[in-house]
């Protein structure tokens, strides 16, 4: 089983920028691919950005939408990752989530097995 805990969500205004946490724990923490998604209200949720590890190398992919101003990264040792999110628009306004795949980088929802509570993102214009 995977535990996966979001935090750092909160109100920022348009042009700023938070970081979500996301603390993996269970199942070591390299088997498994993170990706992000976020769903706003009366929308389906959608794919944001994941990160996944080949040997020793790692590897991202971001939605168009965030491609840019978004930035993924990883503490191995503390087994979390962390979005950075920049140049915020009220239309990245959403409840985000972190979730665990084995697959490698993962951009469908039903890829993934493992999802985190998520946190609350609100951009203000």
């Known amino acids: 089983q995977v535990q996966l805990v979001e935090s750092g969500g909160g109100l920022v205004q348009a042009g700023g920028s938070l970081r979500l946490s996301c603390a993996v724990s269970g199942r070591s923490f390299s088997t498994y691919g993170v990706g992000w998604f976020r769903q706003a209200p009366g929308k389906e949720r959608e794919f944001v950005a994941a990160?996944?590890?080949?040997?020793?190398?790692?590897?991202?992919y971001y939605a168009d939408s965030v491609k840019g101003r978004f930035t993924l990264s990883e503490n191995n040792a503390k087994n979390e990752v962390y979005l950075q999110m920049s140049s915020l628009k009220p239309e990245d306004t959403a409840v985000y989530y972190c979730?665990?795949?084995?697959?490698?980088?993962?951009?469908?929802?039903?890829?993934?097995?493992?999802w985190g509570q998520g946190t609350q993102v609100t951009v203000s214009s």
């Open positions: 979730a665990a795949s084995v697959h490698f980088i993962a951009k469908i929802r039903d890829e993934y097995a493992y």
């Open positions: 990160i996944s590890r080949s040997g020793a190398s790692t590897h991202t």
